[in-house]
């Protein structure tokens, strides 16, 4: 089983990126599931119903989430009905959506899960750790695939060797910077950080004028987000259905024209 996982989708330069690389990857690499991180999708912080149905239209079969994912009100309307997407299980408000969904994949029970970080992070109501270990308690799935939404890699570190060879895949989102430490603990894939689907020339996917005045200045700065070529960042796993291990994770970034194009 071949699955992509795409880094943080940022406003509507990282949604381009995805419409335009999704299916040529899905052709190249015969993907069997697809889960994109789309917490900053809408503009930068959040999501709406227009976008998230855009980009399941694009080929995304599960949506996770994160920090910001009730940055917008209009997610209320329609979180219950998002049967695609995966809000962080220990973050609040947490009476709506859901924070592990059971998808069916060649034969195959796969459950995604959403959690948040810790450290550095706001309103998570409950350790990572103990979260992921009532999920595996009261949840039955051939595969448990992770979005870990963390800042500090070491936390994410930590919690792919607590649950290694328990979980089948940790991917981290969150800082929108890949990471090259894409590995395989004891049959589960990890890497700490997917990085960002987003414009290319930017800070984390926002205006560099605006970000480099914020730090060097006290003028108060607006969220804007950056325009122009835009760079897609994700990572492949492959899992062997018959011993339900991970076998290999390749990272992928793809810069746009001009710059170096990595697909590792």
């Excluded at 990085?195 to 984390?204: H, I, N």
């Excluded at 122009?228 to 290999?248: H, K, L, N, W, Y």
């Amino acid at each position: 089983m071949k699955i992509l996982f795409i880094g943080d989708i940022v406003g509507s330069v990282g949604r381009e990126m995805v419409q335009h690389h999704l299916p040529l990857l899905k052709s190249k690499y015969a993907l069997d599931f697809v889960v994109a991180n789309g917490e900053n999708a809408a503009h930068g912080k959040g999501i709406t119903r227009r976008i998230y149905n855009q980009l399941i239209s694009y080929g995304i079969d599960s949506m996770t989430m994160g920090n910001h994912t009730f940055a917008k009100n209009d997610l209320f309307n329609f979180i219950d009905e998002a049967h695609r997407m995966v809000r962080p299980l220990n973050l609040n408000p947490n009476d709506v959506g859901k924070g592990v969904r059971i998808f069916r994949v060649k034969g195959l029970n796969v459950a995604v899960v959403n959690l948040c970080g810790e450290v550095f992070m706001h309103d998570v109501i409950e350790s990572p750790f103990q979260s992921m270990e009532r999920i595996l308690n009261e949840t039955s799935a051939d595969l448990y695939l992770v979005d870990l939404h963390a800042e500090a890699t070491s936390e994410k570190i930590a919690f792919t060797y607590a649950f290694s060879g328990r979980v089948q895949v940790v991917v981290g989102t969150h800082t929108h910077v890949q990471t090259a430490d894409e590995r395989i603990v004891n049959g589960t894939a990890a890497i700490s950080d997917l990085g960002m689907c987003g414009a290319y020339t930017s800070v984390l996917g926002r205006d560099v004028k605006e970000i480099v005045t914020r730090f060097t200045t006290d003028e108060k700065t607006r969220y804007t987000i950056a325009e122009g070529p835009g760079m897609f960042c994700g990572a492949i796993v492959e899992i062997d259905e018959q011993t339900r291990q991970a076998i290999s994770i390749k990272r992928i970034q793809i810069r746009p024209q001009g710059e170096e194009c990595v697909i590792l």
